[in-house]
T-cell receptor, first 112, second 111 residues
């Protein structure tokens, strides 16, 4: 089946540093979403991308939908302690409007 | 606060029990989803309802039975579960193909 591979799997960074993570697949996706999940809570939407090549920002977050429609990246600038959590990408498959599959996740830890 | 409400927050059940998970949204979304998430893993799609009709069943065992009584409510009926079914069960909703909005989940433990 379709899989989304995220990298890195986990990362420790210093407060104030910029962070970059990406999501790749061998399949094409129609939409890319980026979520953050804190312990004991559901994923919260950060950014949605709808067109190949699209670059979208949300505060300190920037994400891009790859030209090939097979990848996406998320950048976080000037990280702060509350950025700690697990970041998931999710892709809307071409086989159905409602079918979203999730990447393997990137666990972010910020050192103050 | 999330606009998708799930109850209960925690549930412990035996393998012979019958229980239900509930999900409610009032955002006017017409698609509702159940995802299962094991620790340190991504959410895995189980079911999708679109306009109160089941549109996706990802080959989920019949001991999980979804129900969508109306466009705002989604239930997941549980019967004869196994310990490996212990997980966080997430409900989500969307307006058509718009992004998913998740609830905070029900933490299920099967003993």
């Amino acid at each position: 089946g379709q899989q989304l591979n995220q990298s890195p799997q986990s990362m420790f960074i210093q407060e104030g540093e910029d962070v970059s993570m990406n999501c790749t697949s061998s399949s094409i996706f129609n939409t890319w979403l980026w979520y953050k999940q804190d312990p004991g809570e559901g994923p919260v939407l950060l950014i949605a991308l709808y067109k190949a090549g699209e670059l979208t920002s949300n505060g300190r977050l920037t994400a891009q939908f790859g030209i090939t429609r097979k990848d996406s990246f998320l950048n976080i600038s000037a990280s702060i302690p509350s950025d700690v959590g697990i970041y998931f990408c999710a892709g809307q498959t071409t086989s159905g409007t409602y079918k979203y599959i999730f990447g393997t996740g990137t666990r972010l830890k910020v050192l103050a | 606060d999330t606009e998708v409400t799930q109850t209960p927050k925690h549930l412990v059940m035996g393998m012979t029990n019958k229980k239900s998970l509930k999900c409610e949204q009032h955002m006017g979304h017409r698609a509702m989803y159940w995802y299962k998430q094991k620790a340190k893993k991504p959410p895995e799609l189980m079911f999708v309802y679109s306009y109160e009709k089941l549109s996706i069943n990802e080959s989920v065992p019949s001991r999980f039975s979804p129900e969508c009584p109306n466009s705002s409510l989604l239930n997941l009926h549980l019967h004869a579960l196994q310990p490996e079914d212990s997980a966080l069960y997430l409900c989500a909703s969307s307006l058509g193909s718009s992004p998913l909005h998740f609830g905070n989940g029900t933490r299920l433990t099967v003993t």
